[in-house]
């Protein structure tokens, strides 16, 4: 994740106004190879499980499919779901350092055995599983929920879901539930008689502004020449052929 903090867990809402959503597996692939093509510049997201690097973002290391850091939380609660249901893996004798470093960029503890337990762990079914699990209790889910609740399409509840992956659900200024706030200030959403179009533009320049409040963000190209493209094509289903670019890289998906 290369937002801050974790989010909280979200309720499930009555109102949806589309039966299908991002939930749907053929979306939900999609999804996952879209955020892919941001995170790990690759459409093939599932071979990132054994990913993990520190790319200097000032949240340690990032590793995995949905880039979990061990300075934000992710990470650990990842670590701590994997444990649980298999307490003898390569990455549990770490769980005291990632707690230590949870909130900073330091590899105290971690280094230099950290990397090559986790990649170790990713031929792991139980921890792909788990990273899975996590992707989808922490981001996947709630993202769907309040998008579903918002009255949005495909669309708009991937915009939640890029924003709470990079964001994060805390309760600073750039995180997801601050985007979303600022984007209310400018427009209603669909489930308040608003205009999804108007409301997602909204949205993205909401998220556009996060992005830029923070140096290892400022690059929006993963808005800008991506989910602002489906939005003015009118995809708000996200229906393939899609085709796009993140910092300056090509992808399709037909």
């Avoid at 979200?10 to 299908?20: G, K, S, T």
């Avoid at 941001?38 to 990032?62: C, F, H, M, P, V």
């Avoid at 409301?199 to 989910?227: G, K």
């Amino acid at each position: 994740m290369r937002g801050s903090r974790l989010p909280p867990r979200a309720a499930a809402h009555p109102e949806e106004a589309r039966v299908n959503g991002l939930d749907d597996p053929a979306k939900k692939d999609i999804a996952m190879q879209l955020v892919s093509s941001a995170e790990n510049s690759t459409l093939d997201w599932k071979a990132q499980y054994g990913y993990i690097e520190d790319i200097g973002d000032g949240r340690g290391y990032t590793g995995g499919i949905i880039g979990f850091c061990s300075g934000t939380g992710d990470m650990l609660g990842l670590v701590e779901l994997y444990t649980r249901r298999a307490p003898d893996n390569a990455l549990a004798r770490f769980l005291p350092a990632l707690r230590a470093v949870d909130g900073s960029d330091s590899h105290e503890g971690l280094d230099p055995g950290y990397v090559p337990a986790w990649q170790e762990a990713a031929r792991d079914e139980a921890f792909r599983r788990a990273q899975d699990d996590e992707r989808d209790r922490v981001y996947f889910d709630p993202a769907v929920a309040r998008g579903k609740a918002d009255g949005l399409g495909v669309l708009g509840q991937f915009a939640y879901y890029d924003a709470l992956v990079m964001h994060g659900g805390g309760d600073d200024g750039a995180s997801f539930g601050a985007i979303r706030e600022r984007a209310l200030r400018q427009a209603e959403p669909p489930a308040r008689g608003g205009a999804e179009t108007a409301f997602l533009d909204a949205f993205l320049d909401a998220r556009v502004w996060a992005m830029r409040q923070e140096e290892a963000h400022e690059d929006t190209s993963r808005v800008d020449t991506a989910q602002r493209v489906f939005l003015r094509a009118g995809n708000l289903d996200l229906d393939p052929p899609l085709d796009w670019k993140v910092y300056g890289d090509s992808y399709h998906i037909g």
